[in-house]
């Protein structure tokens, strides 16, 4: 298991079957690159204040052809 693997694990198993509940509240896409084995995808979430913050998440593909976060 990578570093990063390692970094997000406990958090991913926290969430457990409520993850897909979280993902939801992410945020909504506003751009990002798609290439072969690396995706870099910018999300846009608004505050209960209005106030917007955007963020990227940093994608790779796995050998296996598995999409894993690399970094966010």
Known sequence: M???ADKY???FTALG???PAVASQLG?????????DIAEIQLVRTDA???STAYTILLIRGG???WRIEGM
Do not use: H, N, P, Y
């Open 2 to 4: 990578s570093s990063v």
């Open 49 to 51: 204040s209005g106030q």
């Open 64 to 66: 296996d052809g598995i």
């Open 17 to 19: 079957s409520s993850l």
């Open 9 to 11: 694990a406990s958090v």
């Open 28 to 36: 909504t896409v506003q751009g990002g690159t798609i290439a072969k």
